[in-house]
Each structure stands twice: as C-alpha cells, then as structure tokens.
C-alpha cells in the first residue's frame, strides 16, 4: 500500500451528518441461499424506508458483479475479495448516514465476521439470516439456477457444489419457509429503525440543552425565588419553568419528529402513537433544589418502543454530567459546564464489581419502614448507608461510587427514564420492585411498583 499518504479528517462529525439526515447509518446485512428471499425482501424493505423518508440504498451482490465486482469468480477466494468489497462500500456508505442493505449470499462465516469488524469501525452491523432449505431453494427456484446447477451446468454452486455455513447468533433470522414476505419486511423495517437511531446527534442535543437548562436553575438557585405548590403538592419554582422551555425548544427544534413528555408540560397524548418520545424532569429534586444541597438533577431521556435508550442527567450545582445510549455505554464528565468537549472527554464508567461490603444509597426525603426493614434483614452485606438526592443515586451506582438503591414508594416516568439508562449502560440491573422490566411512555406516567438498582443481579437484597 501507498506509504505517504495522510488520512484527511473531516470537518464534518458524525453528529453533524446524523443531524443533517435525522438518522444514523447502519449496515442490514441479509445472508442466505441463492432463492432463500434476500434480494425480495432487500428490494421491499429498501422501498419502504425511502417511501417514509429514510435515505436507504441496497447493495446487491449479483447487480454488483456487473460493475465494481465485474473481475471476480467463485472461487472462494473471488468470494472472499467480494464480500470484503461489498463491506467496504456498505461501510462508506453507513459511514455517509445512510440506512444500507446488502442482499448478498456471503456463504462463509468468518468471512460475514471480517465484513461486520469492517462496518463495525464507522456504523452498527446487523446480521440477518435469510433461512430457507436448499430443497425449498431448489423448489422456488427463482432465476432457474438450481436446475441448472443440478444437472452441472454451474461449478461451485452455493447449496449444491459449494458449502454455506449458516450464522450461528444473527441478530435476526427470518425462516421464509414459515413467515410471509409481509413479517419479514415488517421485522427488517424495525431493525433498520433501531439501528438508525442517531445516538450522536440525539446526545449533542441533549447534552447542550441540559448544560444550558443548568445554566438557567444556577441563576434562579443564587437568588431568592418563590415556590408554588402543585396539586400533587410536589413544589414548583420559576427554574422548573426555565429549564423546560430550554430543553423542550432544543429537543423540538433539532428532532420535530419525537414525541415529548415532561414533567412541567401539558400532556399530549398523540406521544402514545409515537414509537420515540422524550421524557424529561427539567428539575429533578425540586426539593433539595429548595434546600439548597445541591443535590438536584436536569432529565432527559429518549424512550423507544418503551424502552429507555438514551439517558442525560447533570447535577448544576456539582457540575457533574453522566450521560448513555444504547449500544454506545455510560459516560461521566466532571466539571462538565467548563469543558470544551463535554462529550468527547467524558469517561467510560462502569459499576463496581463488589459483592459484599455494599454502599447502599437512600433517598433524602423517602426512607420508609420498608426500606428500613430491608436494611435489617441484610445487615451484615451493607456496609454503609449514604443518603442522596434526585436521580444522583443511580449515576452513583453507574460509576462505582455505590451499589444499591432500593425505592419502595411511587414515581413517574420522568424520575427514572434517564437514570435507568446510565444505570444500564453501565452494566447495573434496573427492575420494578416485583423483577418486571420499566417501559416508558405510556398512558398512566405513574411508576406503581417501586424500583430498585443494584451493580450486579446477584447483589439483590433479601426481604423479609
Ligand atoms: P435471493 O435473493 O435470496 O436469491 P430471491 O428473493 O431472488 O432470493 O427469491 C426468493 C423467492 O422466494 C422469490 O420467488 C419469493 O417470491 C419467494 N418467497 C417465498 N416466501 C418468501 C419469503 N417469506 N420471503 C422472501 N421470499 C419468499
């Protein structure tokens, strides 16, 4: 290889171009016989994304071979060589934002590794099996091939004269000898829109408008201010105010397609129909806010199809900003307001690995009989009991500082969506007190059953 020459970096970042596209690219990587349903599904899924305003585009191995793999055979080295071209470009082309197909046979299994490790430096990767016997191939029978091949008219044919060696963990496997053309489109559509969630984008945002909202509590926290109380009785400050109008003119302005529920905001229930919502507590410890401790946090969480994928929380009087997304991990920045790339410097944090000796966090203002009573019955695990407010005891378990926090009594959506997050991607368990998994955007915001979050699943408390 050429020597001197000098990668050229980008002006543009990632985020910028995820921004651009409202979305992320990915690499949907369709493998299977030649007549198991790749290029039929490929070619529908392809239209439909572009149809719903997506920028898609499918890479066919056999158009391919017209062109950019016009020089190679089927020798399993031509193979290898294809699968690797292919990869590249899907990875360019991921790379440029968009959602790719390839619809390829790619019979080799470590060769699909070696085409994932390409994509995976620049773009997610997502192996789908395309399942369908070779009788069943041969049966269908698309483009006469099989025939063919049978009667030895073509040499080295994948099913026939030349092995295929299966996927042993895809992330998907459609056995199109079961499901109609329709449920494997429908399952690779959702795949590729998990997938395209822009992360990096999504946290830009997010990250700037809970610093900025942070600005805006400081300024209220350093003077005096009034308090009202709400129906629930909960308080309410003009810096509950402040922070929502900031961080719901951000999420709105860069992602008018998500929904948004909040805290501070009437309630629109159009977000139930909508598989993204925001969730955000513009203030989450109004409380300790009153108080003055300090210990007070600004919220926001994205929920997709009920689950919580990204989480921001920053504490503005600590100055600490944690922050996660899925598949991305758990990041923790200190002294975040003074930062000039929060994002680009914050550390990768990750839960302790103590198993005896635990620091078990409380609420400030919630401890109950319960909780006591849990204490109790695991004395001699604990170690120490430290009180916290806000969603601050959850990055503290994100970050190894503590372990547990078991919180008996009810909250609402906006209280945890963003702490399960960080919680998760930092490898700690986050369940409703009866071991069910919290969903997110739903009709009734109130979470019923109490949650708890522990670094590992073998730490869980006894009760009584
Ligand atoms: P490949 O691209 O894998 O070589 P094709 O998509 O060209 O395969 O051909 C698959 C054939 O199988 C088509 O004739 C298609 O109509 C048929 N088929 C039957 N059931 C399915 C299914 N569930 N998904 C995709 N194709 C199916």
Redesign the pocket.
Known sequence: MEKNIVWQRALASRADRQKALRQRGAVLWLT??????????ATRVEKALIEGGRAAYLLDGDNLRHGLNGDLGFSPADRDENIRRIAEVAALFADAGMIVLV?AISPYRQTRSDARARVEKRAPFCEIY?KASVAACAA?D??GLYARAMRGEIAEFTGVSSPYEPPETPELT?D?ER???DE?VEAVLLAAQRLSIPYDALLRTAVSASLEAGRAIMEVYGRDFAVSYKADSSPLTEADTAADGLIAAALQRDFPGYALLSEERADDPARLGNPFCFIVDPLDGTKEFVKKNGEFTVNIALSYRGRSVMGVVYAPVLDELYFAAEGLGAFYCPAASKADDPIGTAEPIRVSDRHENLVMMLSRSHTDDETRALIEANRSRIAETRPAGSSLKGCLIARGAADLYYRNGPTMEWDTAAVQCVAEQAGAVFRQGDGSEMTYNRADSLNRKGFYIINAAQNQLRRL
Do not use: D, E, N, Q
């Open positions: 299977g016989l030649s007549g198991s349903g790749k290029s039929t599904i619809s395309v269908r698309p483009k459609l199109t499901m109609s053309v494997c």
